[in-house]
């Protein structure tokens, strides 16, 4: 439980990060911010192993670049459910799914790095 709350908090950081340094990203607070990190999870936790599914047969073919599309398609279905996080172009959406898949990949690393320190 813990693991899970760290995780929320260093998302809502990094999405709070990319909303200064990507133009059109916008979030009004702190507050919408872990909204949007809530939402994002939960969207990519119910729709986006559907997705993956449905584009399997694209993605190696693209050489996995068809991911980042479907990360900035997930991106853009949490912001249409939350009004204070928004988009206003398809590019902001493409590098914010991008930094935050690099952040999340950068997460998952250091976790299997400390089970392997541990065992």
């Known amino acids: 439980m813990l ?19 990507v133009p059109g990203l916008e979030i009004n607070n702190i507050g919408s911010a872990l909204i949007s990190c809530l939402m994002i999870g939960l969207v990519n936790f119910l729709i986006r192993p559907m997705i993956l ?3 399997l047969p694209v993605t ?11 990360n900035a398609l997930i991106l853009n279905l949490a912001t249409g459910l939350i009004d204070e996080f928004g ?6 959406s493409l590098l914010g799914a991008f930094i935050l898949t ?11 790095d400390r089970r392997k320190l541990i065992s």
């Open 53 to 55: 599914l449905l584009t």
């Open 87 to 92: 988009l206003r172009s398809w590019s902001a």
């Open 102 to 112: 690099l952040f999340r990949l950068f997460l998952d690393t250091l976790r299997s």
């Open 3 to 21: 693991s899970f709350m760290v995780n929320i908090f260093l998302s809502t950081f990094v999405l709070l990060l990319i909303a200064r340094i």
């Open 60 to 70: 190696p073919l693209t050489v996995g670049f068809f991911t980042f599309i479907i």
